[in-house]
Nanobody, 124 residues
Framework: QVQPVESGGGSVQAGGSLKLSCKAS????????VGWYRQPPGKERELVSS???????KYAESVKGRFSISVDNDKNTLYLHMNSLKTEDTAVYYC??????????????????WGQGTQVTVSS
């Protein structure tokens, strides 16, 4: 397996925007869904948004209405458009798959092939 490569992070002021990209090999997109996770300083990794092969997307309540996830299957690239950024969005952002737990498509926090992530820092 090849690790995904995230990019597009940076430092912005609150209210600003960023677009994250995740380039991965084709196998990455055969899971029940793929998504963006983030890990704020001193906190656990959390799922921010996910998208299924049929285009159905989900968002954490904290980012709903501000973030938008999309995928370009021809380029094997996942995107996260982030608008109206807040200081609490500061984190390292990772792309990763979700998987079936027998009941539903769920986050894979124990995924063993995380990329380096991309740092997003939002200042007030």
């Amino acid at each position: 397996q090849v690790q995904p490569v995230e990019s597009g992070g940076g430092s912005v002021q609150a209210g600003g925007s960023l677009k994250l990209s995740c380039k991965a090999s084709g196998y990455f997109f055969v899971n029940c869904a793929v998504g963006w996770y983030r890990q704020p300083p001193g906190k656990e990794r959390e799922l921010v948004s996910s998208i299924r092969s049929d285009g159905t997307s989900k968002y954490a309540e904290s980012v709903k209405g501000r973030f938008s996830i999309s995928v370009d299957n021809d380029k094997n690239t996942l995107y996260l458009h982030m608008n109206s950024l807040k200081t609490e969005d500061t984190a390292v952002y990772y792309c990763g798959p979700l998987g079936w737990n027998g009941l539903e498509c769920s986050p894979l926090y124990d995924y063993g092939h995380w990329g380096q992530g991309t740092q997003v820092t939002v200042s007030s």
